[in-house]
């Protein structure tokens, strides 16, 4: 079945310095979405990426949408405390189910 | 409107003994999922149930496991002679599948305790 990847697993930040997390899908995938959950709490959507080679904004956030439509990236410029957190990508969706990656949690220090 | 629910909040079991966790969905959404999330770990997807279509159980770890859904409403997940090994947060999600963008909204979970 579809498998979703992501690395790393685990980044620790300084607050301030840049992060990325990579996601990669064994089939092409419809679309991309990626979700946020906090210490403690459910995941929580951030953005869904559709296009091939797509990328979209969110202030300091930035997610990429392959060319092949197989793999993903968010980036985060400038980490802060506040982006503490597991960041999941998931593929498919719609009439399909959704297939979540395997998630990179993140760490800031202050 | 009201996001998705899920009952109890907190279980705790003793091992041997059945459970039953709630998830009450979005109203209008016809996708439902069940996952598991154990502590620091991934989202272990469990079942999927979209509309009328027989639901995907590619998920459920064991034959302990099992869940239903009425319609497009409520979903039960019934673990039966929990083990220790089923301690975990419980998370449901919703989504209207329609095709378009398809946000998946979580409930808060349960989390579970098996002693």
């Known amino acids: 079945g579809q498998q979703v990847m992501q690395i790393p697993q685990y980044q620790h930040v300084q607050e301030g310095e840049d992060f990325t997390t990579y996601c990669n899908s064994s089939?092409?995938?419809?679309?991309i979405q990626w979700y946020k959950q906090r210490p403690g709490g459910h995941p929580v959507f951030l953005i869904q990426?559709?296009?091939?080679?797509e990328v979209k904004k969110q202030k300091r956030l930035t997610f990429q949408f392959g060319e092949a439509k197989k793999n993903s990236s968010l980036h985060i410029t400038a980490t802060q405390t506040t982006d503490v957190g597991t960041y999941f990508c998931?593929?498919?969706?719609?009439?399909?189910?959704?297939?979540f990656g395997t998630g990179t949690r993140l760490l800031v220090s202050p | 409107g009201a996001g998705v629910s899920q009952s109890p909040s907190n279980k705790v079991t003793e091992k041997g003994k059945d459970v039953e966790l709630r998830c009450d969905p979005i109203?209008?959404?016809?996708?439902l999922y069940w996952y598991r999330q154990s502590l620091g770990q991934g989202l272990e997807f469990l079942i999927y149930?979209?509309?009328?279509?027989?639901?995907?159980k590619s998920g459920l770890p064991s034959d302990r496991f099992s869940a239903e859904r009425t319609g497009e409403s409520v979903s039960t997940l019934t673990i039966q002679r929990t083990q220790q090994e089923d301690s975990a947060v419980y998370l449901c999600?919703?989504?209207?599948?329609?095709?378009?963008?398809?946000?998946?909204?979580f409930g808060p979970g349960t989390r579970l305790t098996v002693l």
């Open positions: 999600a919703s989504s209207l599948a329609t095709g378009g963008t398809d946000t998946q909204y």
């Open positions: 089939t092409t995938l419809s679309n």
């Open positions: 990426l559709v296009k091939s080679g």
């Open positions: 998931a593929g498919g969706g719609g009439f399909q189910k959704l297939v």
């Open positions: 109203s209008g959404h016809t996708a």
């Open positions: 149930f979209q509309g009328n279509s027989a639901p995907d």
